[in-house]
């Protein structure tokens, strides 16, 4: 599985991933998307993220949004 993570948080989600397979993939808000992006499966987005909608339409395959927040539309 490749999931999509915040470029300021991937080093904290790869030391707490163990042995998971997934392929943490970073991404930033404000720049263009990884090529992986057609390939992920899962999002992870921030509280302050902005950038999941843009993931979400370009990412034919995403199928998991995962958030830090509660009262996502």
Do not use: C
Request: hydrophobic share 45%; charged share 25%; no cysteine.
């Amino acid at each position: 599985m490749i999931a999509l993570v915040p470029r300021a948080l991937l080093d904290d989600l790869n030391a707490l991933i163990g042995d998971i397979p997934a392929r943490l993939v970073p991404y930033d808000e404000d720049s263009t998307l990884p090529q992986e992006a057609r390939e992920a499966e899962a999002v992870f987005r921030t509280i302050a993220g902005t950038a999941y909608a843009r993931i979400i339409a370009e990412g034919p395959k995403i199928r998991w949004l995962h958030t830090s927040s509660a009262g996502v539309d």
